[in-house]
C-alpha cells in the first residue's frame, strides 16, 4: 500500500539550531529556548525541544540558515514527545517577510542540490 503525499511543500531532513519564543492561546509569553528543526519545508517545520507545545498556540522562531538568519512566525499544528524524551512540535508558517522567505526557499534549492550529488 502506498501513501499519498498530501503536503503542498516536500520537507527536507535538516538540522538547524534556533531560537524561540512559545505563546499561549491568549498571546501571552509562555516560554522561551533553543531548538533545532528535524526538517524544513516553505510551509513549515519539525522542530524538536527540550518543553513540550500544544496545538494551535503560536510561536515565534529566529532561525539560522548558513550565514543568513531570519524571524518567522508559526502555529503548533502537531505535537508528541519521541523515544528520547524530547518534544517534537510540527509549525505552520503563517508570518514571514519576502526576505526570510527568500532565504527559506534559496537554503531549500542549495540543499536538494547538494543532496542529489
Known sequence: MTMEEKRKFSRIDSINLLNYVYYDENGEEVNQGMGRTLNVSEAGILLETHNPMQISHT?????????DVVDIKGRVVYSHQNAKA??????EFFEM????R????????????QASK
Not at 517577510?97 to 526570510?100: F, I, P, Q, R, W
Open 86 to 91: 524530547m518534544h517534537e512540535s510540527g509549525i
Open 97 to 100: 517577510d519576502g526576505s526570510a
Open 59 to 67: 510561536i515565534s522562531l529566529t532561525i539560522g540558515f548558513k550565514e
Open 102 to 113: 527568500n532565504v527559506l526557499r534559496q537554503y531549500i534549492i542549495a540543499f536538494n542540490a
